[in-house]
Protein backbone atom coordinates (compact mmCIF):
# COMPACT_ATOMS: atom_id res chain seq x y z
CA UNK A 1 0.00 0.00 0.00
CA UNK A 2 1.19 3.37 -0.74
CA UNK A 3 2.19 5.83 2.22
CA UNK A 4 -0.19 9.28 1.71
CA UNK A 5 1.35 11.90 -0.74
CA UNK A 6 2.43 14.21 2.13
CA UNK A 7 4.62 11.22 3.74
CA UNK A 8 8.22 12.17 1.90
CA UNK A 9 7.71 16.04 2.76
CA UNK A 10 6.96 15.44 6.44
CA UNK A 11 9.88 13.30 6.69
CA UNK A 12 12.32 16.08 4.71
CA UNK A 13 10.78 18.71 6.83
CA UNK A 14 11.88 16.30 9.94
CA UNK A 15 15.14 16.16 8.61
CA UNK A 16 15.91 19.76 7.93
CA UNK A 17 14.21 21.34 10.96
CA UNK A 18 16.52 18.75 12.83
CA UNK A 19 19.80 20.15 11.47
CA UNK A 20 18.22 23.84 12.24
CA UNK A 21 19.16 22.91 16.08
CA UNK A 22 22.36 22.18 15.02
CA UNK A 23 23.03 25.52 12.72
CA UNK A 24 21.81 27.56 15.51
CA UNK A 25 23.97 26.02 17.96
CA UNK A 26 27.23 26.74 15.50
CA UNK A 27 25.60 30.28 15.01
CA UNK A 28 25.19 31.32 19.00
CA UNK A 29 28.56 29.90 20.35
CA UNK A 30 29.95 32.57 17.28
CA UNK A 31 28.47 35.18 19.28
CA UNK A 32 25.60 36.11 16.92
CA UNK A 33 23.27 37.00 19.43
CA UNK A 34 19.40 35.54 19.73
CA UNK A 35 17.09 38.45 18.68
CA UNK A 36 19.87 39.25 15.45
CA UNK A 37 19.79 35.11 14.80
CA UNK A 38 16.39 35.30 14.45
CA UNK A 39 15.98 38.16 12.18
CA UNK A 40 19.10 37.07 10.20
CA UNK A 41 17.57 33.78 9.36
CA UNK A 42 13.67 35.18 8.78
CA UNK A 43 15.54 38.11 6.51
CA UNK A 44 17.31 34.88 4.17
CA UNK A 45 14.16 33.01 4.33
CA UNK A 46 12.01 35.50 3.13
CA UNK A 47 14.61 36.29 0.66
CA UNK A 48 14.35 32.69 -0.85
CA UNK A 49 11.28 32.76 -0.83
CA UNK A 50 10.33 35.49 -2.56
CA UNK A 51 13.13 34.29 -5.50
CA UNK A 52 10.98 30.98 -5.35
CA UNK A 53 7.76 32.62 -6.19
CA UNK A 54 9.56 34.67 -8.82
CA UNK A 55 10.87 31.80 -10.73
CA UNK A 56 7.92 30.30 -10.39
CA UNK A 57 5.64 32.91 -11.80
CA UNK A 58 3.96 32.63 -8.56
CA UNK A 59 1.68 35.57 -7.07
CA UNK A 60 2.22 36.73 -3.49
CA UNK A 61 -0.65 37.45 -2.00
CA UNK A 62 -1.88 41.37 -1.57
CA UNK A 63 -5.16 41.17 0.27
CA UNK A 64 -4.54 43.32 3.79
CA UNK A 65 -6.34 39.98 5.32
CA UNK A 66 -3.74 37.97 4.28
CA UNK A 67 -0.79 40.29 5.52
CA UNK A 68 -2.75 40.47 8.77
CA UNK A 69 -3.05 36.87 9.39
CA UNK A 70 0.66 36.48 8.52
CA UNK A 71 1.69 38.96 10.91
CA UNK A 72 -0.20 36.90 13.83
CA UNK A 73 1.38 33.29 11.79
CA UNK A 74 4.85 35.27 11.49
CA UNK A 75 4.73 35.77 15.41
CA UNK A 76 3.58 32.77 16.53
CA UNK A 77 6.30 30.40 14.47
CA UNK A 78 8.86 32.79 13.83
CA UNK A 79 9.13 36.14 15.55
CA UNK A 80 9.35 34.58 19.24
CA UNK A 81 9.91 30.82 19.18
CA UNK A 82 13.34 31.51 16.92
CA UNK A 83 14.42 34.45 19.34
CA UNK A 84 13.27 31.54 22.12
CA UNK A 85 15.43 28.26 20.64
CA UNK A 86 18.16 30.63 19.96
CA UNK A 87 18.36 31.99 23.57
CA UNK A 88 17.93 28.29 24.65
CA UNK A 89 21.02 27.14 22.81
CA UNK A 90 23.00 29.66 24.53
CA UNK A 91 22.63 27.30 27.71
CA UNK A 92 21.45 23.87 26.35
CA UNK A 93 22.81 21.48 23.79
CA UNK A 94 21.68 21.03 20.21
CA UNK A 95 20.34 17.86 21.25
CA UNK A 96 18.62 19.06 23.94
CA UNK A 97 16.27 21.91 22.44
CA UNK A 98 15.72 19.49 19.73
CA UNK A 99 14.49 17.02 22.00
CA UNK A 100 12.36 19.77 23.49
CA UNK A 101 10.59 20.76 20.59
CA UNK A 102 8.92 17.61 20.91
CA UNK A 103 6.39 18.84 22.80
CA UNK A 104 5.00 20.50 20.14
CA UNK A 105 2.55 18.31 19.12
CA UNK A 106 0.73 18.54 22.39
CA UNK A 107 -0.03 22.04 22.12
CA UNK A 108 -1.17 21.81 18.86
CA UNK A 109 -3.53 19.31 19.26
CA UNK A 110 -5.20 21.36 22.25
CA UNK A 111 -5.24 24.40 20.08
CA UNK A 112 -6.03 22.81 17.19
CA UNK A 113 -9.26 21.02 19.12
CA UNK A 114 -10.38 24.74 19.73
CA UNK A 115 -10.05 26.55 16.45
CA UNK A 116 -10.52 23.96 13.68
CA UNK A 117 -13.81 21.78 13.45
CA UNK A 118 -11.98 19.49 11.68
CA UNK A 119 -9.13 18.43 14.89
CA UNK A 120 -11.23 16.03 16.70
CA UNK A 121 -9.39 14.95 19.96
CA UNK A 122 -9.65 10.94 19.84
CA UNK A 123 -8.03 8.09 21.90
CA UNK A 124 -5.78 6.84 19.29
CA UNK A 125 -4.32 10.52 18.94
CA UNK A 126 -4.04 10.88 22.39
CA UNK A 127 -2.44 7.56 23.06
CA UNK A 128 -0.10 8.78 20.08
CA UNK A 129 0.93 11.51 21.44
CA UNK A 130 1.35 9.90 24.62
CA UNK A 131 3.28 7.12 23.52
CA UNK A 132 5.47 10.28 21.78
CA UNK A 133 6.21 12.60 25.24
CA UNK A 134 6.76 8.96 26.60
CA UNK A 135 9.59 9.10 24.64
CA UNK A 136 11.05 12.38 24.57
CA UNK A 137 10.87 11.77 28.57
CA UNK A 138 13.08 8.78 27.92
CA UNK A 139 15.40 10.57 25.32
CA UNK A 140 15.77 13.39 27.66
CA UNK A 141 16.46 11.27 30.75
CA UNK A 142 14.35 12.95 32.90
CA UNK A 143 15.14 10.81 35.89
CA UNK A 144 18.61 12.41 36.07
CA UNK A 145 17.38 16.17 36.41
CA UNK A 146 18.38 18.87 34.43
CA UNK A 147 22.17 20.37 34.98
CA UNK A 148 22.80 23.19 36.62
CA UNK A 149 22.53 26.79 35.24
CA UNK A 150 20.21 25.36 32.47
CA UNK A 151 16.56 26.16 33.82
CA UNK A 152 16.30 29.42 32.21
CA UNK A 153 17.14 28.09 28.49
CA UNK A 154 15.04 24.63 28.79
CA UNK A 155 12.14 27.10 29.96
CA UNK A 156 12.70 28.92 27.18
CA UNK A 157 12.94 25.90 24.85
CA UNK A 158 9.72 24.79 26.01
CA UNK A 159 7.89 27.75 25.63
CA UNK A 160 8.68 28.42 21.70
CA UNK A 161 6.75 24.52 21.44
CA UNK A 162 3.92 26.69 22.78
CA UNK A 163 4.11 28.86 20.49
CA UNK A 164 4.34 26.59 17.21
CA UNK A 165 1.44 24.87 18.71
CA UNK A 166 -0.70 27.86 18.35
CA UNK A 167 0.57 28.78 15.82
CA UNK A 168 0.32 25.68 13.46
CA UNK A 169 -3.65 25.56 15.28
CA UNK A 170 -3.75 29.24 14.12
CA UNK A 171 -2.19 28.52 10.47
CA UNK A 172 -4.42 25.73 9.65
CA UNK A 173 -7.84 27.57 10.77
CA UNK A 174 -6.80 31.12 9.31
CA UNK A 175 -3.92 31.03 6.87
CA UNK A 176 -2.89 27.82 4.84
CA UNK A 177 -6.04 27.43 2.70
CA UNK A 178 -6.17 30.93 1.57
CA UNK A 179 -6.76 31.19 -2.40
CA UNK A 180 -2.99 31.19 -3.37
CA UNK A 181 0.40 29.05 -3.49
CA UNK A 182 2.22 27.11 -0.60
CA UNK A 183 5.46 29.40 -1.52
CA UNK A 184 3.26 32.62 -1.27
CA UNK A 185 1.78 32.21 1.83
CA UNK A 186 5.05 31.23 3.50
CA UNK A 187 6.77 34.24 1.98
CA UNK A 188 4.23 36.11 3.45
CA UNK A 189 4.65 35.02 6.93
CA UNK A 190 8.42 35.20 6.14
CA UNK A 191 8.17 38.92 5.65
CA UNK A 192 6.12 39.89 8.24
CA UNK A 193 8.29 37.76 10.60
CA UNK A 194 11.41 40.00 9.59
CA UNK A 195 9.64 43.66 9.70
CA UNK A 196 8.63 42.36 13.43
CA UNK A 197 12.09 40.92 14.27
CA UNK A 198 13.64 44.77 12.54
CA UNK A 199 12.47 46.33 14.75
CA UNK A 200 12.87 43.85 17.85
CA UNK A 201 16.93 43.09 17.51
CA UNK A 202 18.19 46.25 17.54
CA UNK A 203 16.27 47.01 20.91
CA UNK A 204 16.95 44.01 22.15
CA UNK A 205 20.45 43.35 21.25
CA UNK A 206 22.04 46.57 19.83
CA UNK A 207 24.51 46.32 16.86
CA UNK A 208 25.59 43.14 15.22
CA UNK A 209 29.04 42.18 14.50
CA UNK A 210 30.83 39.70 12.29
CA UNK A 211 31.06 36.35 13.78
CA UNK A 212 33.46 34.41 11.59
CA UNK A 213 32.86 31.69 8.85
CA UNK A 214 31.57 28.92 10.28
CA UNK A 215 28.70 31.07 12.37
CA UNK A 216 27.65 33.03 8.82
CA UNK A 217 27.60 29.73 6.87
CA UNK A 218 25.33 28.36 9.34
CA UNK A 219 22.79 31.06 9.22
CA UNK A 220 22.54 30.96 5.72
CA UNK A 221 22.22 27.41 5.43
CA UNK A 222 19.71 27.96 8.54
CA UNK A 223 17.58 30.77 6.79
CA UNK A 224 17.70 29.61 3.17
CA UNK A 225 16.44 26.05 3.97
CA UNK A 226 15.21 25.56 7.52
CA UNK A 227 13.54 28.87 7.10
CA UNK A 228 12.52 29.11 3.65
CA UNK A 229 12.34 26.04 1.59
CA UNK A 230 11.17 24.18 4.26
CA UNK A 231 8.56 26.40 5.23
CA UNK A 232 6.78 25.58 1.90
CA UNK A 233 6.63 22.41 2.33
CA UNK A 234 5.29 22.08 5.62
CA UNK A 235 3.05 24.60 4.94
CA UNK A 236 1.69 21.72 1.93
CA UNK A 237 1.41 19.79 4.82
CA UNK A 238 -0.65 21.01 7.10
CA UNK A 239 -2.91 21.55 4.43
CA UNK A 240 -3.53 17.80 3.34
CA UNK A 241 -2.78 16.63 6.67
CA UNK A 242 -3.86 18.74 8.81
CA UNK A 243 -2.31 20.60 11.72
CA UNK A 244 -2.41 18.09 14.32
CA UNK A 245 -0.48 15.60 12.07
CA UNK A 246 1.92 18.49 10.79
CA UNK A 247 3.05 19.54 14.42
CA UNK A 248 3.79 15.43 14.80
CA UNK A 249 6.96 16.03 12.53
CA UNK A 250 8.40 17.73 15.86
CA UNK A 251 8.64 13.87 16.72
CA UNK A 252 11.21 12.93 14.22
CA UNK A 253 13.09 16.47 14.44
CA UNK A 254 14.46 14.97 17.67
CA UNK A 255 15.69 12.35 16.17
CA UNK A 256 17.88 14.40 13.70
CA UNK A 257 19.43 16.51 16.18
CA UNK A 258 20.30 14.17 18.66
CA UNK A 259 22.07 12.41 15.34
CA UNK A 260 23.30 15.45 13.95
CA UNK A 261 24.71 16.90 17.53
CA UNK A 262 26.65 13.97 17.85
CA UNK A 263 27.87 13.43 14.75
CA UNK A 264 29.06 17.12 13.98
CA UNK A 265 29.28 18.28 17.48
CA UNK A 266 30.22 15.46 19.50
CA UNK A 267 27.10 16.44 22.19
CA UNK A 268 26.30 13.26 24.18
CA UNK A 269 24.05 10.19 22.57
CA UNK A 270 22.98 7.81 25.35
CA UNK A 271 21.20 4.76 25.07
CA UNK A 272 18.33 6.55 26.38
CA UNK A 273 18.68 8.74 22.97
CA UNK A 274 17.87 5.58 21.07
CA UNK A 275 14.86 4.02 22.98
CA UNK A 276 13.26 7.14 23.05
CA UNK A 277 13.41 7.08 19.36
CA UNK A 278 11.84 4.00 19.10
CA UNK A 279 8.89 5.17 21.06
CA UNK A 280 8.49 8.47 19.44
CA UNK A 281 8.31 7.07 16.07
CA UNK A 282 5.29 4.85 17.39
CA UNK A 283 3.76 8.00 17.97
CA UNK A 284 4.02 8.77 14.66
CA UNK A 285 2.35 6.03 13.66
CA UNK A 286 -0.65 6.28 16.06
CA UNK A 287 -1.45 9.95 14.89
CA UNK A 288 -1.00 9.04 11.82
CA UNK A 289 -2.79 6.16 11.53
CA UNK A 290 -6.00 8.18 13.34
CA UNK A 291 -5.48 10.70 11.03
CA UNK A 292 -7.27 8.35 8.26
CA UNK A 293 -10.52 8.02 9.85
CA UNK A 294 -10.66 11.90 10.24
CA UNK A 295 -11.19 14.41 6.94
CA UNK A 296 -8.37 16.34 6.24
CA UNK A 297 -9.93 19.40 6.31
CA UNK A 298 -13.30 20.71 6.07
CA UNK A 299 -14.52 21.26 2.18
CA UNK A 300 -14.82 24.68 0.95
CA UNK A 301 -16.69 26.32 -2.36
CA UNK A 302 -15.01 25.56 -5.53
CA UNK A 303 -14.29 29.24 -5.90
CA UNK A 304 -12.55 29.33 -2.25
CA UNK A 305 -10.24 26.12 -3.04
CA UNK A 306 -7.12 26.72 -3.21
CA UNK A 307 -4.01 26.21 -5.33
CA UNK A 308 -2.17 23.42 -3.34
CA UNK A 309 1.64 22.80 -4.63
CA UNK A 310 3.54 20.02 -4.63
CA UNK A 311 5.22 18.40 -1.18
CA UNK A 312 8.60 18.81 -3.09
CA UNK A 313 8.33 22.70 -2.82
Not at 65 to 81: F, M
Not at 238 to 257: C, E, F, K, N
Not at 299 to 308: E, G, Q, T
Amino acid sequence: MRPPRWVPGFLLVAVIWGASFTFIKLAVDGGVAPPWLALIRCALGAGTLVAICLLRRETIPRDPRTWLHGLLVALLLHTVPFTLVAYGETHVSSVFAGLCNAVTPLATLLFAVALVPAERLTGRRLGGIGVGLAGVFVLIGAWRGLPAGTLGGSLACVASTLCYGAGFAYTRRYFAHRATSAAGLSAVQMCCATAELAFVAPVGAGAPHWPGWTAATALLVLGAFGTGVAYIINLNVIRTAGATVAATVTYLTPVASTLLGALLLGEALRWNHLAGGVLILGGVVLVQLASRHAPAFRPVAAADRPRVASSDG
